[in-house]
């Protein structure tokens, strides 16, 4: 805890000697050695955790928590192990430098930059569009299935790595989630396990917002644990791949983050940028909305909240919030060029 307090302090070393050091080599050999299994080996470690605790309380509440000179100690040791193997493996990654330092672009952004590159997404997004789907009014239908999506936004990553080196991504380990009803219910589309460093993929989610999901879990294990930064990685590495229906899925994905900030900015604007888009993509949004509708329950608000507060603590202060930031890297690095 002494250490994370000080590296906390000093981003800088973070980014040199674990982001771009010793974190490379155990992810590597993490996903290399567990990447081999076709189930996820990190959701059955959840699992045995949740069964041992289970096992532990009972034997608590049989003994009626005596002895707590001896069990609290055991208890927080336990706990240390974890506490240790999550940063260790990848939680340091949340105090190295923001991206938009290391991408040497501003953090902030004006409202007409916003809306001249979310212009340009509408017409790319019309585009592309126009170009895989029957008509403009229907849905795109993509022609591959879910495991073929994980295998090309694995090939999206080496298509980018000679132009971005830092993002280069060997012995893959994504793998769809066992828990992905529990996940669903949770509303989240996946999670990188911090422990065993596999990407996990909630596989029933719309296969429209499978791409950017996976890209974004594979971002995660490359070290851009922020999840603003890790929504830039999916929007990067979709917009630039080779096959049109991941360029398609990145676009849209990338647009609907911008027109939620015009909105906030200048609701007629908004609207008026809206009715410019195809009406299939637009159905394309609905269908997710629509699928989180379906899936809505009491305990969903609550594990937001409680995922939101784990966002504060490890070093991104707006919470959930803080996915809106990938806009500001999005028009940043558009103006860079």
């Keep these: 805890m002494l250490v994370i307090f000080i590296l906390k302090r000093n981003p800088a070393w973070v980014e040199e000697f674990y982001s771009n050091g010793i974190y490379i080599y155990i992810s590597n050999i993490l996903r290399k050695f567990l990447g081999y299994f076709p189930f996820s080996i990190g959701d ?24 707590p000179q001896k069990w609290v100690i ?10 240790f193997l999550f940063h260790i493996n990848w939680g340091l990654n949340y105090y190295r430098l923001p991206l938009h ?13 916003l809306v001249k590159y979310t212009t340009y997404l509408i017409q790319k997004s019309n585009e592309l569009h126009h170009r895989l789907a ?11 299935d879910k495991k073929e999506v994980f295998r090309l936004s694995v090939e999206g990553y080496h298509h980018i790595q000679q132009q971005y080196p830092e ?13 992905r009803y529990f996940l669903t219910i949770m509303g989240f589309n996946g999670y990188l396990n911090p422990i065993t460093n596999e990407a996990q993929i909630n596989t029933k989610i719309p296969l429209f917002k499978l791409p950017t999901t996976t890209s974004h879990e594979i971002g995660h294990q490359l070290g851009f644990a922020k999840e603003n930064e890790a929504n830039y990685m999916a929007c990067l590495v979709t917009m630039s791949h080779p096959n049109e229906y991941m360029k398609y899925a990145g676009y849209t994905f990338a647009l609907s983050y911008c027109l939620g900030e015009v909105s906030k900015r200048d609701v007629c604007l908004s609207e008026n940028l809206y009715a410019s888009i195809n009406p299939g993509i637009i159905k394309e949004y609905q ?8 899936h809505e329950n009491p305990l969903e608000p609550f594990f937001k909240l409680f995922y939101g507060q784990y966002l504060k ?8 919030q803080s996915y809106n930031y990938v ?9 860079k060029g």
Excluded: C
Excluded at 313 to 320: H, K, L, R
């Design 287 to 294: 269908q997710i909305h629509q699928f989180w509708l379906e």
């Design 327 to 335: 806009v500001a890297l999005l028009v940043n690095k558009n103006l």
């Design 134 to 144: 029957k008509s403009d009014s229907v849905t795109v239908n993509f022609p591959f």
């Design 313 to 320: 603590v490890n070093n991104q202060p707006q919470g959930m």
């Design 167 to 179: 993002l280069t991504y060997n012995n893959a380990s994504v793998k769809p989630s066992l828990f």
């Design 74 to 83: 055991a208890a927080f040791a336990k706990v240390s192990i974890l506490f």
């Design 101 to 113: 330092q290391s991408l040497e672009i501003e953090a902030d952004y004006d409202t007409e930059s």
């Design 44 to 67: 059955v470690f959840y699992a045995l955790l949740v069964f041992f605790f289970i096992v532990w309380l009972r034997k608590r509440i049989i003994s009626r928590f005596k002895n």
